[in-house]
């Protein structure tokens, strides 16, 4: 029983129709929320009634739908601006995804700003979304990728990272909660740091929006990226925040439409931010979806959520590590409620399969972190990510598979 | 367990999985092919020496799931002896018998020991894991130059 006053997660599973849902007979027990979170009825009623009702382009017609839609985008925005605390609607740039968002300024801040030798920081635990970007950066401009160390609870060595951040580095980018271990990063305390020999950073949010209250102000973080789909929103839609003085000097990402002032084969003058940078018909019913989830996700409160699942990942680390030869990879002080773990000689796809079959939705493999996995020395983890939708029960049932999991290995 | 599982991980397999046969490197091969599915991390080298037409000997190393390794176990187990085209009809009939549709009848008799992978079929996202290393075997056979994955 959650400690969380008045918490009542029956009541919440409810909104999420597909948890009612059997697979091979048995109740679905989805614990693969850092891959992507299911979508709460209201999130699906707006996407269908969107399309049903209230479908137009924007911006573009005279005519009382498309300025409905346009007036929904916008509303969309500002929602987004209000539930991650940006000063202005102008930092919010719509894009498919975070790895979107990250490439976006690996391209358009790399390209303009950065110069052959100088160095971008990141850690040994980002996703390959915020390795590869820079990587094409570096084979492109010749700038050098640096990665500060981490230690063997998964824990950025923030000795290092301190010495890695040379007079070089001119852009910092890190991950706020690692996929793959659930650590979290003291990221105000990096960008506080990189501030201070005046580098810019951007975070990688992916896997924190839904589980912690965010404010980019008092983080003070120069970019944030993020995903709707781990938000409860639907998929194909995502979140570049950006100060408004580091998105005014970078050029933008596509030319299209929407994105110009006025065209002439002589000259192109770019519109304004946001829509520099959000070139063609976007999104719009993920724009509004989004929308619906932020306001889905205020009416429980972040901070509410945060508590329960902590209480979740203290309970499943508990039963957990009483599964014999069960060892978990990610044992920070400081995480999410994400429990990556190898179990004796049993395979990661192995025990997928068995789980699977006890309608136990997981993740098995290198969780598109492959220095993580080669920095534990293992081939692939087994995952499990929780959200505020699951419950001690759930956890019970991932033991007493597990359990079956050791049976078959024995 | 259910009854699809126990199938699966049958006496069998885990053994070959705990034990596998032909487990090494071979310094004086004549082939030596790497398969590896990076999504899953499976990833093997098989070891081949010919001698003529038949292959004299074939081992193989590497990590995977216990589904590719005993499968692959098995497969040196079998294929030692062997001519390249019975190897050839052998590797065709495993492919047969791993991505046919579930419910539907195989040969046993053409697969011999190797029917106890008869019950990957039932798992579609498994099987992959069961054929790269018959992939890779090929591969060292009739070579092609391609990078073997079976993703």
């Not at chain 1, 707006?46 to 007036?71: M, P, V």
């Not at chain 1, 492959?370 to 293992?378: E, H, S």
């Not at chain 2, 062997?82 to 008799?109: Q, Y």
Request: charged fraction near 25%; charge should be neutral.
């Amino acid at each position: 029983m959650s400690q969380e006053a008045g918490w009542d997660v029956e009541k919440i599973r409810r909104d999420f129709p597909i948890l009612g849902e059997k697979v091979y007979g048995k109740p679905l027990t989805y614990l693969d929320n850092a891959a992507t979170t299911q979508k709460p009825q209201a999130v699906i009623d707006t996407l269908a009634q969107y399309y049903s009702k209230e479908n137009a382009n924007i911006h573009r017609g005279i005519f009382c739908l498309s300025e409905q839609a346009t007036k929904r985008y916008k509303t969309a925005r500002h929602k987004v601006q209000g539930f991650i605390g940006a000063a202005s609607d102008k930092e919010i740039i719509f894009v498919r995804g975070t790895t979107e968002a990250l490439n976006l300024v690996a391209q358009c801040y790399g390209r303009t700003f950065l110069k052959a030798g100088d160095e971008v920081l990141i850690t040994h635990m980002e996703h390959h979304s915020n390795i590869v970007p820079w990587q094409m950066l570096a084979e492109g401009i010749g700038i050098k990728l640096k990665v500060a160390p981490i230690n063997d609870q998964g824990e950025l060595i923030m000795e290092d990272f301190k010495k890695l951040l040379s007079d070089k580095v001119k852009f910092v980018s890190v991950v706020h909660v690692s996929n793959a271990l659930g650590t979290v990063n003291p990221v105000k305390e990096i960008i506080h740091l990189a501030h201070a020999k005046g580098i810019p950073v951007m975070v990688d949010g992916a896997q924190a929006v839904a589980h912690t209250p965010l404010d980019v102000k008092d983080l003070d973080c120069d970019f944030y990226a993020f995903s709707g789909h781990k938000l409860l929103g639907p998929t194909g839609i995502g979140v570049l925040y950006g100060k408004k003085e580091f998105l005014e000097k970078m050029p933008p990402y596509q030319g299209g439409g929407d994105m110009i002032r006025s065209v002439t084969f002589e000259k192109t003058v770019y519109n304004d931010l946001p829509y520099k940078f959000e070139a063609g018909t976007p999104h719009i019913a993920g724009v509004i979806g989004l929308g619906t989830a932020i306001d889905y996700i205020q009416s429980i409160g972040l901070e509410r959520i945060e508590a329960y699942e902590q209480e979740l990942l203290s309970y499943g680390t508990e039963k957990l590590l009483q599964v014999p030869g069960l060892r978990l990879i990610g044992t920070a002080r400081h995480k999410s409620a994400i429990l990556s773990f190898v179990l004796g000689e049993a395979h990661a796809h192995d025990i997928g399969t068995i789980l699977d079959r006890q309608g136990i939705a997981i993740r098995a493999g290198h969780h598109c972190a492959m220095p993580v996995m080669q920095r534990f020395n293992v081939p692939a983890t087994t995952r499990a990510s929780l959200a505020f939708y699951n419950t001690f029960e759930e956890i019970d049932r991932l033991v007493a598979a597990l359990h079956e999991v050791t049976e078959v290995f024995r | 367990m259910s009854g699809d599982i126990r199938e699966l991980y049958q006496q069998m397999i885990m053994d070959h999985n705990k034990n596998p046969r032909n487990f090494h490197a071979m310094t004086d091969a004549d082939r030596m092919v790497e398969g590896y599915n990076p999504l899953c991390g499976d990833h093997f080298k098989v070891y081949l020496k010919l001698e003529g037409d038949v292959i004299k000997d074939i081992s193989f190393d590497g990590s995977g799931c216990a589904i590719s390794k005993s499968s692959a176990s098995m497969m040196t187990a079998v294929l030692k002896g062997k001519t390249r085209a019975e190897a050839r009809g052998l590797f065709e009939e495993v492919h047969k018998m791993l991505s046919r549709e579930i419910g539907e009848p195989f040969d046993a008799a053409k697969v011999g020991k190797l029917a106890t992978l008869g019950g990957v079929c039932e798992f579609p996202s498994r099987v992959k894991c069961a054929s790269l290393a018959w992939h890779t075997m090929l591969e060292g056979l009739e070579p092609s130059g391609k990078q073997v994955t079976t993703e």
